[in-house]
């Protein structure tokens, strides 16, 4: 299916003279083609709820705009415009009545999207995890983002986020770095503005070998509000948010709450409980509004359906001493580490009979945990040696 060319100029008009996340824009579209929306806007006459307060609001940026040239521009980037009825739309964006009474915080579906990269959009992100995170990052906090990002690409999940510096920066440079599934950026700002200005060949990579997406035309430039209504497009692109550093009054905590009202599951990597930047992060595990992730086979056994890559629980790598009975491990522990001692020692020290010793001893042998030197008996350097700490999978 594929909307016609009248409809798609009308709705790039509208994200040009109206504000993304417009309620009365929105309504008014499901009231009435977009030609006519944009008819009833150059006209200045109220349409359904677009009454004549909003109408006044948006008359400066109607009189004298021609809405070709952008398509024009659009065109000059390699970039394209994708609404609602397009193959291309992705699933998730037009929520209604059921969520937060038809919008989110105040907040309409997008009515359309313009979009650079040769990947494409719903496909993209029918499989994807957003990524956000703290400005000021951290070291730890790039790097976990960046790990995470890589091992999420590289098991075929699209990793989203809004190319800002820190942990959106870093999330990006993982996803590009494994080579597989797309990363996607969010952009509060027209697509032909590379913001930060510190990203424009971060963009430019993103463009390349993955998306990059806007509500608003060519030439647009990012203000507070747009980043917020922008939020609420990174959350609703995806199964989930992983949230990785955020301080209490973190920005990306707002693509955490927009990805509550969504239904979107929310996921938070812990840091350092001294560390203001994950402050926000360990607030929102504590009251249970995100699950504590620290790898990629977490999100993803969060964010899959039903059955889709689970895990077993986690546990200290296995050691030899783990099989071994009381008993028997009470001789073991009785065996010295540097001198070599016979068996009436051990009997003594571990506070059992010589001949139960006798009975452990050679088992303990073939395991490797002791050795016996001119009768008598330490432990080898596996026996002394601790639990290893490294974690692996339970059998």
Known sequence: MTVDDDERLARLALARVAEPGSHDVHLALQQAPAAEVWASVKAGAPLGQLGQRALDGIAGR????????DLERLGDLGGRVICPGDD??????????????????GMAPPWVLL?????DLRKATATSVAIVGARAATAYGTHVAGEL??????????????AAYGIDGAAHRGALTARAAPTIAVLACGL?????????????????SGLIVSEVPP?????????????????????GTVV????????????????????RKVLAVPGPVTSAQSAGCHEWIRTQRAVLVTDAAEVLEVVGAAGEHLLLPKRGAAHPRDALDETVRRVLDAVPVRTAVGVARIARTAGVPALVVQQVLPSLLVAGLVEQRDGAWRLTTLGAAAPAQAMSVAP
């Open 62 to 69: 109607v009189d004298g705009y021609v809405p070709e040239r």
């Open 115 to 119: 979009v650079r990269g040769r990947h």
């Open 192 to 208: 032909d503005i590379a913001y930060p200005r510190g990203h424009d060949r971060l963009l430019a990579q993103v463009a390349e």
């Open 219 to 239: 030439g647009c430039a990012p203000t507070r509000v747009r980043f917020l209504v922008r939020n609420r497009v990174v959350a609703a692109l995806t199964r």
């Open 88 to 105: 291309e739309w992705p699933d998730g964006l037009d929520w209604g009545l059921g969520v937060m009474q038809g919008d989110v915080k």
């Open 244 to 263: 990785v550093e955020a301080a209490l009054r973190s920005g990306s905590l707002s693509t955490a709450n927009r990805a509550l009202d969504l239904g």
């Open 149 to 162: 990002a890589f091992a999420l690409a590289e098991a075929g999940t699209a990793v989203v986020s809004g």
